[in-house]
C-alpha cells in the first residue's frame, strides 16, 4: 500500500477534527490525540499492511478519529459503531466536512445488548470481495468505571473480525487476564505493541491538564475466520 499522506499533512487533518462536547465518564469518551493516532494506523497500514481493500469497524468510534484516519489511508469503506447519539452526532459533522460521508456506514449500538455480526457480514458481501478481510480497530473502554467494558467489545469483535487491534491498559495483571481471555475468545495474538496517548484534562477529577498514559496495542488473529 503506497502512502497516499505525509504523516505532518495526516496528523494536521485529524487535529481539525472536532472532538466530545460533552464527554460521558459512563462510557470513558476519551479523544485519542492526533500522534497516537498516526502512529497507529501508520503502523497497521504501511508496516502490517491491514488496511488496503479491507473493510474496517471502528469498534467505539467515538467522534470519529480512527474512522477518519481509515479513509485517509485508503481504506474505501469503514464500519463506525458507538453506542453515544452525541458522538455519533460529532461524527457525521466531522465526516461531512471532509466529503467522505458516503464510504461511512454508521450502526449505533449498546455492544452489550446488540449483537452486530450479521450488519457487518451483509455490509462486506454487498462491498467487497471474498479475498477482503474484516479489521476492526478499537479503542475501548479501560473498564475503570464499567468493569469488563473492555472484554465486551473483545467479544463482539471476535463474532466477525479476521484481525482485530485492541487498546489496554499496559500492566502485567491486565496482560495475564487479557491473554487468558484471547485464547479462550479462540485468537492469537500475533503483537503486542507500545502505545503512548496524550490525554487531555476531561473530566472534573482530573487534576492535570495533560496526562502521558502508556498503553498496549494487541493485534490479534481470530483463529475461528481463518
Known amino acids: 500500500m503506497t502512502n497516499p499522506l505525509k504523516k505532518s ?17 459512563e462510557y470513558e469518551q476519551y479523544q485519542t490525540d492526533a500522534i497516537a493516532t498516526a502512529d497507529l494506523f501508520f503502523h497497521i497500514a504501511f508496516e502490517l499492511n491491514d488496511l488496503s481493500d479491507n473493510l474496517i469497524v471502528d469498534l467505539g468510534a467515538g467522534t470519529g478519529n480512527y474512522t477518519v484516519a481509515a479513509v485517509l489511508l485508503g ?8 453506542i453515544d447519539s452525541n458522538a455519533l452526532k460529532i461524527l457525521k459533522e466531522n465526516i461531512s466536512v471532509l466529503e467522505i460521508s458516503d464510504k461511512i456506514h454508521i450502526i449505533q449500538a449498546d455492544l452489550r445488548e446488540k449483537d452486530i455480526t450479521n450488519e457487518i457480514i451483509e455490509f ?28 465486551v467489545f ?19 495483571k491486565t496482560r ?15 503483537e503486542r505493541s507500545t502505545l503512548y496517548l496524550i490525554l487531555k484534562k476531561t473530566y472534573k477529577f482530573h487534576s492535570k491538564k495533560v496526562k502521558r498514559i502508556k498503553t498496549d496495542v494487541y493485534r490479534i488473529i481470530n483463529k475461528k475466520k481463518r
Open 154 to 172: 473483545l467479544s463482539q469483535a471476535f463474532k466477525f473480525a479476521d484481525i482485530i487491534y485492541s487498546i489496554h491498559n499496559s500492566d502485567e
Open 176 to 190: 495475564e487476564y487479557l491473554a487468558k481471555k484471547i485464547v479462550k475468545f479462540g485468537g492469537i495474538i500475533s
Open 124 to 151: 462486506k458481501k454487498e462491498n467487497f470481495n471474498e479475498n477482503s478481510k474484516i479489521v476492526v480497530v478499537s479503542n475501548p473502554p479501560f473498564g475503570v468505571h464499567n468493569k469488563g467494558a473492555d472484554v
Open 75 to 82: 481504506c474505501p469503506k469503514v464500519i463506525s459503531v458507538d
Open 9 to 25: 499533512e495526516f496528523i494536521n487533518y485529524i487535529q481539525g477534527l472536532k472532538s466530545f462536547q460533552d464527554p460521558k465518564i
